[in-house]
């Protein structure tokens, strides 16, 4: 009320607002992060997501129990030396659980960067261009549409690399693409027929300039939001491929293949079972919520948040 005030005691004699009374205009950029901090729910877990990360991260280097090591008594309980216990190899299950989960989330994050980027650069040209590229892209992403991801990347992997973690990150990858590229093609039509496009076209622009200048980064929304969501995606698609084990082969590991080597204890040594279970569903579940924080934030109509 103050600064309305203010506002209208500052007027000029035609009644117009001099500049320095005018609100200062926010970049797009900000109001996206001010939306984004106010989403209670994703800001709670993009927290944890950040302490899980540096958890696995640092903790390792303190942790005195080494994941090669398996000289450790087989099915100790958990103690105040084993908190989760040892496995029937004799390793120790917290460094499993640290081990396991750094692999998984090297393989999601590799796994999203490059089918994000496959994805948005066929996705735009596609949309773009039109005709016979439109219709190649179009056609080829319906057949990798309607091949079974696991089956496809469990064959693959074994074909390529014998399960080691990052042919089955590219594998993944090659196969986890085609979602993305179909929102990049829908939004590039969209926007290929704006103002700023035509300009760029009377101007000269080639096509990849086009569509690496003007289009692309006009979707760094929707990519951004896919990207995230693509992360907690490949977090529970190599967790299933690994768990049933058709995925990453020892000596690598993950937490789908920690969770497979103590499927047989839920029972009798539930710890084993659940330490690594809790820890997948849990950056599953804080990877969507920051996902749907996002979408909210880059959404223009989005008014009031959820949470």
């Given at each position: 009320m103050n600064s309305l005030i203010a506002?209208?005691?500052?007027?000029?004699?035609?009644g117009t607002l001099p500049d320095e009374a005018l609100p200062e205009p926010q970049s797009q950029g900000k109001l996206v992060l001010r939306k984004f901090l106010r989403h209670k729910l994703a800001m709670v877990c993009t927290g944890v997501l950040l302490l899980l990360v540096l958890t696995v991260i640092i903790m390792p280097i303190?942790?005195?129990?080494?994941?090669?090591?398996?000289?450790?008594?087989?099915?100790?309980?958990?103690?105040?030396?084993?908190?989760?216990?040892?496995?029937?190899?004799g390793k120790e299950m917290v460094s499993q659980i640290l081990r396991g989960t750094q692999y998984s989330l090297?393989?999601?994050?590799?796994?999203?960067?490059?089918?994000?980027?496959?994805?948005t650069v066929f996705g735009a040209m596609a949309g773009y261009l039109r005709g016979f590229t439109d219709s190649a892209i179009s056609r080829v992403t319906d057949l990798f549409l309607i091949v079974p991801q696991i089956a496809a990347a469990a064959i693959l992997a074994k074909v390529f690399g014998g399960g080691t973690w990052y042919i089955v990150a590219m594998v993944l990858a090659a196969f986890g693409w085609m979602p993305i590229a179909r929102i990049a093609r829908a939004e590039s039509?969209?926007?290929?027929?704006?103002?700023?496009?035509?300009?760029?076209?009377?101007?000269?622009?080639?096509?990849?300039?086009?569509?690496?200048?003007?289009?692309?980064?006009n979707?760094?929304?929707?990519?951004?939001?896919?990207?995230?969501?693509?992360?907690?995606?490949?977090?529970?698609?190599?967790a299933a491929l690994s768990f049933i084990g058709l995925g990453v082969q020892l000596p690598d590991t993950s937490l789908g293949r920690v969770i497979l080597e103590n499927y047989a204890q839920l029972q009798a040594r539930p710890a084993l079972f659940f330490g690594p279970f809790i820890v997948l569903v849990l950056i599953s579940l804080t990877i969507n919520f920051i996902g749907d924080g996002l979408r909210d934030a880059f959404d223009p109509r989005q008014r009031r948040q959820k949470a």
């Open positions: 506002a209208e005691g500052s007027k000029s004699a035609d303190f942790w005195p129990h080494s994941y090669e090591d398996s000289s450790f008594p087989s099915f100790a309980k958990p103690s105040a030396e084993y908190p989760l216990g040892t496995t029937q190899v090297l393989i999601a994050l590799i796994v999203s960067l490059v089918a994000t980027t496959i994805g039509m969209s926007l290929s027929q704006r103002e700023f496009v035509d300009a760029a076209r009377a101007s000269g622009a080639g096509t990849f300039h086009i569509v690496f200048k003007h289009l692309v980064p979707m760094v929304g929707l990519i951004t939001v896919n990207a995230t969501l693509a992360i907690a995606q490949a977090v529970l698609i190599e």
